[in-house]
């Protein structure tokens, strides 16, 4: 069993029963420090020791049920960073395709001209590039529009100073 720290992103907060477990075990760790042992120094030197954490480790841990409920498996962990993943995917191609078809024509013209120009394009980018010039008559896909970005920065870093309107 593991913390959700997705939902508690999603939520900018810590549930209930992980706050409480964190206070109970925030003052057993405490309690525990401050009784350490005579001619061990001051609490934080105590602190810094093997034995100290060996005896902390040692401790009974008994957390709020209400914290236990808000644990998720490491199989709903893999799940839901898997799920993200692949949302984020459809993201990037979403995000990519808004950029391609803003960006117009006119530009991915440019663009391709001067990647001819300098052979600097494969063929798969060229044909790509093709199609973006053809914006608005033809879209590229999801697919196509990753293929552009890629090829777009990939020229820009030889040198390419188009920029989209």
């Not at 939902?7 to 003052?27: E, N």
């Not at 009784?35 to 020791?49: I, Q, Y």
């Not at 001067?114 to 093709?130: D, Q, R």
Request: aromatic fraction near 8%; charge should be negative.
């Amino acid at each position: 069993m593991a913390v959700d720290f997705g939902t508690i992103w999603q939520r900018q907060s810590v549930g209930d029963g992980l706050a409480q477990a964190l206070v109970q075990v925030s003052k057993q760790v405490f309690d525990q420090l401050e009784a350490r042992p005579e001619n061990s120094g001051s609490l934080s030197e105590w602190a810094k020791k093997q034995a100290c954490w060996a005896h902390i480790q040692k401790m009974e841990d008994s957390l709020p049920e209400s914290f236990l409920g808000e644990l998720v498996t490491e199989e709903d962990q893999k799940s839901t960073k898997k799920s993200a993943r692949k949302d984020q995917k459809v993201l990037n191609g979403i995000e990519a395709q808004t950029f391609a078809v803003n960006a117009g024509g006119e530009f991915w013209e440019k663009v391709l001209l001067w990647g001819k120009h300098k052979k600097a394009l494969t063929p798969k980018e060229t044909g790509v590039l093709g199609i973006a010039s053809q914006i608005p008559t033809k879209i590229p896909s999801e697919r196509q529009a990753l293929v552009l970005m890629d090829a777009y920065l990939h020229l820009k870093s030889e040198g390419c100073s188009y920029e989209p309107d």
